[in-house]
């Protein structure tokens, strides 16, 4: 364990950024295979029997999202045994104006959010960025006593998640050990769906991408080749996930809010989105849907306060 965190190596630049790029650097470089990935990471405790990894939103701002974590593993009295991992996909803008070194993964605006390569200094997916991170948390002589392995994000983090979810790779060493991968969702704009179907009525005329990804499954990304949409659906329905949902983010006007006409033929605000898909997904299981849906009561689109909430804690750190 401890020779991989000596791979993370912490920098000293953790300047506040201008008007454009984000706000706060994170101060780790995690090595990958291809380049070095910004992170934030907390103190490592004694013994590591979860691994709780959070993905921030269009805003990068990895920092704000690992202090979020930290203190619901702290509230949840599983700070002594939680480490907690927060990537930072920064872009092509955070790197104009912060000194990172040439070999720190960047990517091209959004890109990142749908699975996208990054444009420097090699092309590698977001997506198989992850992979790795996940499959160094497989080595059981440097993780032992590792028994779960969350994947959690609010907003445009969750929006990740989900599609991460649906077109992970598999992690043979993870499965081999026993060691279960939980997703949770909180609070996403929108949703990749497995079909044509969606529950609000809308003009195909007027919203002819309403089903490319990553609203629908057309034109996958590359780091999806080789699988099928009827694998993808297998899988994605056998995942242990938790839809974490605000009560209160029933705003349809939400400035941070999705208004593309393929997000809207999902619903009309987050709160309702996220019902209808996984009503969605219950149709798509006859048989019966092991994931959950949680609403979280008095919480609107504040990240801060999903994950921190009684609600958001179980989904974190419960069975």
């Known amino acids: 364990m401890k020779k991989w965190l000596l791979a993370v190596l912490i920098v000293s630049a953790s300047a506040q950024a201008a008007e454009h790029g984000v706000k706060e650097l994170s101060p780790g470089r995690l090595l990958l295979k291809e380049g070095e990935m910004a992170v934030g990471i907390s103190p490592a405790p004694a013994k590591i029997e979860r691994v709780l990894i959070i993905i921030h939103g269009r805003l990068r701002n990895a920092q704000t999202y690992l202090r979020s974590a930290e203190q619901a593993a702290e509230l949840a009295g599983q700070s002594q045994t939680t480490l907690v991992i927060a990537p930072q996909f920064l872009n092509e803008d955070d790197v104009a104006i912060h000194p990172v070194a040439d070999t720190v ?21 977001a997506y198989q960025a992850l992979d ?26 969750a929006q990740v ?45 007027t919203c002819p991408n309403f089903n ?8 996958l990304p590359a780091y999806a080749e080789g699988q099928t949409p009827a694998q993808l659906q297998e899988n994605y329905l056998k995942r242990d996930i938790v839809y974490l949902l605000g009560q209160q983010d029933i705003d349809p006007n939400h400035p941070a809010l999705d208004k593309s006409c393929e997000a809207e033929a999902q619903g009309p605000y987050r709160l309702a ?47």
């Open 105 to 125: 993964l960047r990517w091209q605006g959004n890109d990142w959010m749908a699975g996208g390569e990054s444009t420097a200094p090699f092309h590698l997916s």
């Open 132 to 157: 790795e991170i996940i499959a160094r948390l497989g080595d059981r002589q440097q993780f032992p006593d590792v028994k779960q392995i969350v994947i959690a994000g609010h907003s445009g983090g």
């Open 161 to 205: 998640v989900q599609r991460y979810a649906m077109l992970g790779h598999d992690q043979p060493a993870l499965q081999a050990a026993g060691v279960p991968v939980r997703y949770v969702i909180a609070n996403p704009s929108s949703y990749a769906y497995f079909d044509e179907r969606r529950p609000v009525a809308f003009s195909h005329a």
């Open 212 to 219: 490319r990804w990553k609203y629908g499954l057309t034109d």
């Open 273 to 319: 989105r996220g019902h209808n898909y996984f009503d969605y997904l219950k149709r798509l299981a006859p048989a019966g849907l092991s994931q959950q849906l949680v609403e979280v009561p008095g919480v609107g689109h504040n990240g801060d306060g999903m994950l921190t909430s009684p609600e958001g804690q179980k989904a974190l750190f419960g069975p």
